[in-house]
């Protein structure tokens, strides 16, 4: 590492944050590149390719009772899948107090109900690992967060109060709870700002000791051998009066310090930030394509891709993706259709018609789901999120088996298609319907999605239950496929168009030895596809102007 080059690197951003206080801050983070980049691996890691796709799992998502859940999540993935699906996004594996992770106490311990750090450690030497990095906030009841509330200078500036003056009237809000709450302190009750919850006070990091700290906890995940960084909720990071108080320059900044002292110490280590907005904004996370994000999450796709099957009509869907290409050699798309979250809807904001909007919202309490409501700076609400199985909304209710396979498999073929690389949520690799259950008796509507799987019971049912069965055998062997195309390269260019607005059509690679078309059917009514000549690699066949039948796909080397 070279002390000069990264200082001078940093300085941009850390004068456009920090003003007159940038050098204590390049100080600190010098003093901390010093620190771990001996338990670093400076060797340039390659890029993302077409063998690359993540799985979005909790630590404990598959449990076995008197088992260590980490280590029975890494025995199920070997078992079961191989080298299909190549790294691992654990969501947040710390000790925690609500939202199922995302109220951290302490970043730098595992929660001893999942494992510990060699057991992360070990996952991590099958398979790649993305660890979550909550950056915006902590549980109301961690020592940082008690420590401030105490006046222990050590967390002096660390979280920020209600501020005379502070005008927070235009405050971007993604919940409809206050933007402050009240909490006891050494001299008296305090209001601290909280975009998410009570539990979740968001922190300050425009102080500089915070802003080392949060760094210094990076830099330990990617000791502990992450190989992708997922920056949460990181488009709140930065307040400032009279904004929106989202996707400030600031936050930009301070995530384009983290680009530059990755780039210095683990060179191939991958950010990825998690901005559920609308996509121009969304995009603005890549930087110029060099120097912040490598990946950002396509939170369009989603709500697009299940409105093309609702409808049974891909325009709007194709007219989009038709618009995304390639960012830069050096970054990319995170591809997802279905996650620990719901379907966000504010990615579809002028995408989708209101209409079009609602008829989403109606498929999701039909399947006895829910919708997340968030507040406007007017004091209205609009939908922010559905709360249902993303398998489930794609068929209706009652939908007999082969429907619902034939649509879960069909939706991943555009998954799987699209430039950049795609991640699996579990529940959709094995197949699972929602957990209706789980979410009343907990009263957290994200919890239809969030049900613990028994190993035991799941390995069986993946050989007797017909849709467990079929959609995780058909997905295992779609990304097997789709490993050995180089067409499907994350940064291998795409041309989209539509065949009777049901067809959705991704030409990768067009013009050279690689070319791959995938053509998928979102409706029930057969597509004729003149010109279309080639091998199915999903089938190995030869077709000739194929017609494809109610949500078949086709995978052609031309």
Sequence with gaps: MNRATLATDLEPQLTLVFGERAQKVTDGLLELAGKWAAQLDANPRPLPDQTTSYLITYGDSIRREGEVPLQTLRRTLNEELGGAITDVHLLPTYPWTSDDGFAVVDHREIDPALGTWEDVEALAKDRKVMLDFVANHMSARSPWFQGWLAGDPRFEGYFIKRADGFDVSQVTRPRTSPLFHTFDGADGTVEAWTTFSADQVDVNAGEPRLFIDLTDVLLGYVARGARTIRLDAIGFLWKES???????????????????????????????????????????????????????????LPPLVLDAFVTGDATVLGRWAGSVGVVSPAATWFNFLASHDG?????????LSD?????????????????????????????????VSYL???????????????????????????????????HSLFGSTGDAAGMESSGIARRINRAKLDADALAAELSSDTRRRSIFAGLKQMLQVRAAQPGFAPFTPQEVSVVDGRAMVVRRAAGTPDEIVAVTNVSDVPVALPGVVGTDVLTGQTVTDPVLSAHEFVWVRV
């Design 242 to 300: 009279g904004t929106t108080s989202i996707h400030l320059p600031q936050t930009h900044a301070l995530i384009q310090v983290w680009r530059t002292i990755v780039d210095h110490l683990a060179p191939g280590t991958l950010l990825i930030t998690e901005t559920n907005v609308p996509h121009k904004e969304n995009i603005s996370y890549f930087g110029d394509g060099t120097n912040e994000a490598h990946m950002v999450y396509q939170f369009a």
């Design 355 to 387: 209409d079009a909007r609602m008829a989403l919202a109606e498929r999701a309490w039909a399947h006895g789901g829910r919708v997340s409501m968030a507040s406007k700076p007017d004091g209205s609400e609009r939908p922010y999120e559905l709360n």
């Design 392 to 426: 489930d909304a794609l068929s209706e209710p009652g939908a007999p088996d082969a429907e619902y396979v034939a649509r879960a498999l069909a939706a991943h073929s555009i998954l799987f298609s699209l430039v950049g690389v795609p991640a699996i949520y579990v």
């Design 343 to 351: 379907i966000g809807m504010r990615p579809s904001e002028g995408l």
